[in-house]
């Protein structure tokens, strides 16, 4: 079979908006150079499109022209390195998600414990957060609520107050369990963000867990939060203002 019919039949088996690259096809480290042009064609006549340098997909057709990827797939590169977990999406891009906001962003965050600069991919900003904590999967969505906290004065067209209830709802949702995870997390992030988890934890009733939190934090020190007082009700405790 020629290199070209190889690489078309299994690109009609992908999925649609699923990200690859030439190392996916090579079989023989010589077909390299044959393998990249056969791609490149294939971005000329429109069956697949390209994403960035060496990245091609499988484009989705609707009436309003071509479909990117989602967000996952134009990034897993980032996200995973032979099969270990190196980064996770967060801030922008999980807002929408977590309920937090109704706008999508053009900038997709992603956090990492190894940050690189900012840069370009189509249509998409890449930027990093820095993660302190171990990322692990089943660690990842506990790890999206505390960087929410964290940027919560950054959650696009979306009110403090607003915000913290639904930030108390998601807090409610969580297991026991979960939850003194998230504590333990929350160790690793900025005061701020330790005071206001554990004001909403209070505020949950979870007071014993919260503990850990209150002890990290310096007493005298406040944190500036308008209109949280309006949800919350421990927050001169918290030194939240």
């Known amino acids: 079979m020629k290199t ?32 990249i042009k ?32 989602d967000q996952k797939q134009v990034v897993k590169d980032l996200l995973e390195e032979n099969g270990k977990i190196i980064g996770y999406l967060t801030g922008y891009s999980i807002y929408n998600q977590l309920g937090l906001t109704t706008q999508v962003s053009n900038t997709i965050q992603i ?49 403090i107050e607003s915000t913290c209830r639904r930030f108390l709802s998601i807090l409610k949702g969580l297991t026991e369990n979960d939850k003194s995870t998230l504590v333990r997390l929350a160790l690793k992030y900025p005061p701020v963000t330790r005071a206001l988890l554990g004001a909403m934890l209070e505020q949950l009733q979870q007071t014993e867990i919260t503990q850990p939190l209150f002890k990290s934090l310096n007493p ?10 309006k949800v919350l009700i421990a927050t001169e405790k918290w030194n939240l203002l």
């Open 4 to 35: 070209s019919e190889y690489i078309s039949l299994t690109i009609d088996r992908l999925p649609k908006g699923y990200v690859f690259t030439y190392a996916d096809f090579i079989t023989e480290v010589n077909k390299k150079e044959a393998i």
């Open 220 to 229: 005298i020190t406040k944190y500036k939060l308008s209109g949280i007082s």
């Open 111 to 159: 956090g990492r414990n190894q940050i690189r600069p900012n840069f370009k991919r189509e249509r998409y900003t890449i930027s990093f957060i820095k993660q302190k904590n171990t990322i692990t999967k089943e660690n990842i969505p506990l790890l999206q609520i505390l960087d929410a906290l964290r940027y919560i004065k950054k959650i696009p067209d979306a009110g």
């Open 38 to 69: 056969a791609l490149n064609r294939m971005v000329a006549t429109g069956k697949i499109m390209k994403l960035a340098k060496g990245k091609y997909y499988k484009p989705e057709t609707t009436p309003f022209g071509n479909l990117l990827p």
